[in-house]
């Protein structure tokens, strides 16, 4: 008896020790929670992946401390929204991480911006001293699960280039988060379909692909400019405004401050909606994510 307990403590004490050696094939580094999402979900245990940002973080302002340059240090393969949503932070990263396999232009970066149709891209010149953050159009598409799929394809497909012994592992993966995604899509829309065509207010402008996939109207927002903060005479013709076409819903994440949007509520007796900034990585993933957020939108059934 004794000999047996040994022996299977013995091969628990190989097994957990071969777990520990079996390093993963690629070091991944993403600037959101919700790209970190994506990239485990196709990368599975090939990879290793970390997110420079929380979920409670602002992605346009991410503070570029030192731990996360050194992060990016031994990366593979970064992984970023782009249309200058990380501007603000990530070259001081890339600079700072000393690693030439993630600097713009080589096989390890890659900005997801450019596998997606983005919204709201400027047509002329946009002058940046005025606060505006969308300089290069709205980098917030990670909101709608059609970009998602093009987001993951994209990712799959640079992920077996980067490990092409992973090649079969990382398409069939990438094959089964899209499948998931459009049957969890037939789901939402039809749980959403009430809203179709429903005028509503939100703080920030990154809710745009999200009402462009869900046909929601977004007539106004309590920010005058991407990142700039309401001042009161703004507030008062977005009051007026909500007033004029009789909107029921403002929706905000979580991260944005609420004292505005709770002011407008009363004001005009439309119903304030937080929904989650980011995937709660790595508790959470991306189909859970938009569940989440697919149910704060459809209220109490
Ligand atoms: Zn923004």
């Known amino acids: ?26 070091s991944v ?8 999402a994506v990239a485990s979900a196709i990368g599975g245990d090939r990879v290793q992946v970390r997110s420079l940002s929380a979920p409670s973080e602002d992605p346009h302002w991410v503070d570029p401390k030192p731990s996360l340059a050194l992060a990016l240090s031994n990366a593979d393969l970064l992984v970023a929204i782009g249309a200058e949503l990380e501007a603000g932070w990530l070259p001081t990263l890339q600079v700072g991480s000393r690693n030439a396999k993630i600097q713009k232009g080589s096989r390890g970066y890659l900005e997801c911006a ?22 290069s159009g709205n980098p917030h598409y990670m909101l709608d699960p059609r970009a998602i799929e ?21 398409l069939e993966r990438t094959k089964q988060l899209v499948a998931r995604l459009r049957a969890a899509r037939a789901r939402w829309e039809e749980r959403l379909a009430p809203l179709r065509g429903q005028p ?15 046909g929601l109207v977004i007539v106004d927002r309590l920010e005058p400019k991407p990142g700039v903060a309401p001042s009161p005479s703004h507030v008062a013709a977005v009051i007026r405004r909500a007033q004029e076409r009789k909107v029921r819903l403002l929706v905000q994440e979580r991260h944005h ?36 957020i697919v149910n704060a939108l459809a209220g109490p059934r």
């Open 257 to 292: 401050p609420t004292n505005t949007a709770e002011l407008v509520a009363k004001k005009t007796g439309a119903k304030l909606v937080r929904i989650p900034s980011a995937v709660r990585f790595p508790s959470q993933d991306i189909v859970a994510f938009l569940d989440e």
């Open 114 to 135: 450019e596998l997606v149709a983005l919204l709201e891209v400027p047509p002329g010149k946009v002058d940046r001293s005025q606060g505006d953050l969308h300089a």
């Open 150 to 170: 093009r987001v993951a394809v994209g990712l799959g497909k640079r992920l077996a280039e980067l490990d092409p012994s992973g090649r079969a592992v990382y």
């Open 29 to 36: 580094v993403t600037t959101t929670p919700d790209l970190a």
């Open 1 to 26: 008896m004794m000999r047996f307990v040994l022996l299977v403590l013995l091969s628990c004490a190989l097994l957990l020790g071969a777990r520990d050696t079996r390093a993963a094939a690629l």
């Open 200 to 214: 509503v207010i939100t703080y920030h402008r990154s809710l745009v692909y999200l009402a462009d996939w869900l």
